[in-house]
């Protein structure tokens, strides 16, 4: 078993809104490793960064993606940081991968002052920009199809991934 479609992109880019229109369309399940690992938890994402700390989420994050990588059927969102990791990467060459590219100043919007992202608490803007220089080759590297999110609705951005997964 294989997920169909795999998100990945910058907090704010649209995984889970899109996703989950994605995989209503097709008709199959939607799944997020960043609710996987609340569960596996037991808590938030941002209780776990504040109890246990970045590298400790990473871990179950890593574990969570090989998972759902593994055993899911449907559409996969993975957190926005997941690709940092190395295996997780060369995990991702065996899947169609959708890169949701997102500026920072449309993701910056996007996300405003929701205070559930604890890497962005405190200065979002700058925070995002340093995010994005560092990952976007990395969303690059593992892509097999990106499409563009600024300015876009999400149905419209759901149109272009069912095109490009169902040809
Ligand atoms: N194309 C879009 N245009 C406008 N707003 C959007 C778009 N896509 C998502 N949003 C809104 O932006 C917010 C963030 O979207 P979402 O949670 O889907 O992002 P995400 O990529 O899953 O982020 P994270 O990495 O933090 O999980 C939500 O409020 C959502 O409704
Ligand atoms: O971009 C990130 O590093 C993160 C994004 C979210 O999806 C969560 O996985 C968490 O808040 C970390
Ligand atoms: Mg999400």
Do not use: C
Not at 89 to 106: E, K, Q
């Amino acid at each position: 078993m294989a997920p169909v479609v795999v998100f990945v992109g910058p907090p704010g880019s649209g995984k889970t809104t899109v996703g989950r229109l994605v995989a209503e369309r097709l008709g199959v399940s939607f799944r997020d490793t960043d609710a996987d690992v609340e569960a596996t938890a037991g808590k938030s994402i941002s209780d776990i960064f504040v109890d246990d700390g970045e590298p400790h989420f990473r871990a179950l994050e890593r574990d969570a993606v090989k998972i759902a990588l593994a055993d899911h059927d449907g559409v996969l969102a993975l957190g926005g940081g997941a690709i940092l990791d190395d295996r997780t990467r060369a995990d991702l060459r065996d899947h169609r991968v959708v890169f949701l590219d997102t500026s920072l100043s449309d993701a910056a919007k996007r996300v405003g002052l929701d205070t559930s992202r604890p890497l962005l608490l405190g200065n979002v803007r700058g925070q995002l920009k340093r995010l994005l220089e560092e990952r976007r080759p990395l969303y690059l590297e593992v892509a097999t199809v990106t499409v563009t999110t600024d300015g876009r609705q999400p149905s419209e951005i759901a149109d272009e991934v069912l095109r490009a997964v169902t040809t």
